[in-house]
């Protein structure tokens, strides 16, 4: 496995978005061959509580976390992040580099499970939280039965664990990915094309309510382009089906140990917000909160909602004991 020389370059500031302090970034090639970008930065609070791997949502990248990660620094907790694979600046899987694609969930486990081992055990400090975004909350699902004993708790936000806004159920979503799939379809987009080249309006935008986070994470696909994707392929979608379908399963929920939060938005118009709480009920070292009002991207929203998100996660994630300075 070959990790690139670790920098700071390879991570991309635009006006507003500086890197944060202490960042150290590099490429690590998976088992497979194909490469994914990494960061982790060491916390500049006192006292040191710790380390969060933060595990991004579809057609995100590393920077779009930016300021969540300065908040948990000051806050003495370091963070570890990476792209997946075929998404940000990892390496894409097709091509047509706009073409979100995957043909297994399982891999973006594999991937975790390599960057745990060989970047965030040697160089990041414990104890270890993850904190998981939309589909990156459905991968720290599926990894949570291996995470057991190495990740203290996981805070999952806006959980991929079913569409809504759709005319069809989930389930008639996988048949028809699964048909397509089968007759040799699995790269043909699925629901939407590629990346128009001009922005959405803020306006019609259905992620956050805050003008000024949308902006920014607008300008940062503009000025590297090469970070966006467009919209998902049969093929992801089937395996984003399959996922959801896995860790809703009786038996996977009964193997459940690391204490979780839930975090949903009251107004998502993206994940099922009752689909979330329904499966919170099934599980026993879980809580939810509802952030009422809040759209998708709890993280990039409005102050309102966004310090709800970071009270929880204090009061969830609480450095127990000092262990440095």
């Known amino acids: 496995m070959l990790n690139t020389p670790a920098t700071t370059s390879l991570l991309n500031d635009i006006p507003g978005n500086p890197a944060p302090e202490k960042a150290v970034a590099g490429y690590l090639a998976a088992r497979d061959g194909v490469r994914f970008r990494y960061a982790h ?133 996988h048949r028809l990915a699964t048909a397509l799939y089968a007759v040799g379809l699995g790269t043909m987009y699925l629901g939407s094309g590629r990346r128009p080249r001009e922005a959405k309006p803020f306006a019609t935008n259905v992620l956050t309510t805050d003008r000024a986070r949308y902006l920014r994470n607008q300008l940062l696909f503009e000025t590297h382009p090469a970070l966006a994707l467009g919209g998902p392929t049969v093929a992801w979608v089937r395996a984003a089906c399959i996922a959801a379908q896995t860790v809703q399963d009786e038996e996977f929920i009964a193997r459940l140990q690391i204490p979780m939060l839930f975090v949903a938005a009251g107004a998502d118009q993206v994940v099922s917000t009752p689909a979330i709480e329904r ?47």
């Open 41 to 173: 930065f060491a916390a500049t609070g006192r006292p040191l509580k710790g380390t969060v791997i933060i595990l991004p949502g579809r057609n995100e990248a590393i920077e779009k976390y930016f300021e969540t990660i300065r908040d948990f620094s000051a806050r003495g907790l370091g963070s570890a992040i990476l792209d997946w694979r075929g998404q940000g600046g990892s390496d894409r899987l097709l091509k047509d580099p706009q073409r979100g694609y995957i043909d297994s969930f399982q891999d973006y486990v594999r991937d975790l499970g390599q960057f745990f081992e060989e970047i965030v055990l040697p160089d990041c400090r414990g104890p270890f939280y993850m904190l998981g975004h939309s589909t990156g909350a459905l991968i720290a699902l599926l990894s949570s039965l291996a995470m057991t004993n190495r990740v203290r708790r996981m805070v999952l936000t806006a959980p991929l664990l079913a569409l809504t806004g759709f005319p069809v159920s989930m389930g008639s979503i």
């Open 279 to 325: 499966y919170v009920q099934r599980i026993k070292p879980a809580s939810l909160l509802t952030i009422d009002g809040a759209r998708h991207e709890i993280l990039q929203e409005a102050d309102i909602y966004r310090e709800q998100l970071l009270a929880a996660f204090d009061a969830f994630v609480p450095g127990s004991e000092e262990i440095g300075q």
